[in-house]
Nanobody, 125 residues
């Protein structure tokens, strides 16, 4: 079965760093891109970053530019989100999701086929 499992979340102080992992199984990893999304209480679920596992193309949402880095280890079927200079406003539940690689440049939330259950990231002041 298809499975996406997030790990690496937790509590960190403002200015700190955290690395999230998304372990994928049950589908052809190289044919998909993986996106990281986040949702804070009362807010929409928004894209943070995404990466194509076929050619390494990346995209970053405005909140992540200059602070976060997405990367992929195809041998491990795992995508990472390295977060630095964390701010309290980064507090949210973070989700990873899979989309066909050919759609990644134009994909919206509805195009993502598979989703993890999410993991909490809390940044304290």
């Amino acid at each position: 079965e298809v499975q996406l499992v997030e790990s690496g979340g937790g509590l960190v102080q403002a200015g700190g760093s955290l690395r999230l992992s998304c372990a994928a199984s049950g589908f052809t990893f190289d044919d998909y891109g993986i996106g990281w999304f986040r949702q804070a209480p009362g807010k929409e679920r928004d894209i943070v970053a995404c990466i194509s596992n076929s050619d390494g193309r990346t995209y970053y949402g405005n909140s992540a530019k200059g602070r976060f880095t997405i990367s992929s280890d195809n041998a491990k079927n795992t995508v990472y989100l390295q977060m630095t200079s964390l701010k309290p406003e980064d507090t949210a539940v973070y989700y990873c999701a899979a989309v066909p690689s050919d759609l990644i440049d134009i994909a919206t939330r509805s195009d993502y086929d598979y989703w993890g259950q999410g993991i909490q990231v809390t940044v304290s002041s």
